[in-house]
């Protein structure tokens, strides 16, 4: 359906607050799904939200429940992930992905499920 451009890299401190966002090109089909990913250094891709497209409902894992909250502009077919209370352990390269993967958290999770890759951008998080 297209590719996914992400936004620039950052720094910020422990504490602050950043908004990414990931701007879809193509269209959307039946059962789209945007989500975001992490990978920190040495470690595995790991899920972080998802969005359905037709109508916005939400998903989080577990780990970072409350402290993330993602959203889409349909219109503009743009994802975003705001982020708050940033620790050093968020400090990741991250990854937008769009796919038609079963809305449960468990195959969210699956990155098999994701079509579309965003280029990844590097977070760092500063004391």
């Known amino acids: 359906q297209g590719h996914l451009i992400e936004s620039g890299g950052a720094l910020v401190q422990a504490g602050d607050s950043l908004r990414r966002s990931c701007a879809a090109s193509?269209?959307?089909?039946?059962?789209?799904?945007m989500a975001w990913f992490s990978q920190g250094p040495g470690k595995e891709r790991e899920y972080v939200a998802a969005?359905?497209?037709?109508?916005?409902?939400?998903d989080y894992a577990v780990s970072v429940c409350g402290r993330v909250t993602i959203s889409r502009d349909f219109a503009q077919k743009t994802m975003y992930l705001q982020m708050n209370s940033l620790k050093a352990e968020d400090a990741a390269v991250y990854f937008c992905?769009?796919?038609?993967?079963?809305?449960?958290?468990?195959?969210?999770?699956?990155?098999?499920?994701?079509?579309?890759w965003g280029q990844g951008t590097q977070v760092n998080v500063s004391s």
């Open positions: 969005v359905r497209w037709s109508d916005g409902v939400v």
């Open positions: 992905a769009a796919g038609f993967p079963p809305w449960t958290t468990t195959q969210l999770s699956e990155t098999r499920h994701y079509l579309y």
């Open positions: 193509g269209r959307t089909r039946s059962g789209y799904i």
